[in-house]
């Protein structure tokens, strides 16, 4: 039975920043999407897609990615293609993280940070990380697929506290 409702199809979630000042190490945020199976939503994720490398059926890529903010506009792009993800995946979770190479930093000590998550041209979240400026990273998207095969969206930004490997471990948690 089809119907006239339309669900989420396909997403862009930007993410853009100022590089650091002169002589300090690089601001490096990355966006990171975790995909869960259908039989375990809130288990570990079946895979992370985040620079270097790609949904393996591609219907997740990071278009943009960008290692110092340097640049106009967003400095990160990853596309989302929920309507050609496979039945056996139920739930996608995006976060955006910073690079803790160079030691500890938080989003309220990057310049004029953003995350924008866009289908089309309709914004469906914007948000510049204020709430969580003592974080480190965050959850900045939740999109599930419903009984009816709809994917709906969710866009709280929730934030943690550690590197990028220990985020990836959390981010789909129902306690985040």
Do not use: C
Not at 151 to 176: I, L, Y
């Amino acid at each position: 039975m089809s119907t006239p409702n339309k669900d989420i199809e396909k997403v862009e979630v930007r993410v853009k920043w100022d590089p650091s000042d002169v002589g300090e190490p690089a601001n490096d945020l990355d966006i990171i999407a975790a995909t869960y199976g259908t039989d375990a939503p809130y288990g570990s994720p079946v895979y992370l897609v985040h620079f270097d490398s790609r949904a393996p059926d591609g219907t997740i890529t990071l278009n943009r990615d960008s290692r110092t903010g340097q640049g106009y506009g967003f400095d990160e792009v990853m596309t989302l293609e929920l309507d050609r993800l496979s039945d056996a995946y139920s739930r996608v979770v995006v976060g955006v993280a910073i690079q803790q190479r160079d030691g500890h930093k938080t989003f309220g000590q990057i310049e004029h940070t953003a995350v924008q998550i866009r289908e089309g041209y309709t914004n469906l979240a914007e948000d510049d990380f204020s709430a969580v400026s003592a974080a480190t990273a965050a959850v900045v998207a939740e999109f599930v697929r419903d009984a009816s095969g709809s994917w709906g969206f969710s866009g709280a930004v929730r934030g943690f506290d550690g590197d990028p490997d220990s985020f990836t471990e959390v981010m789909g948690n129902r306690s985040r």
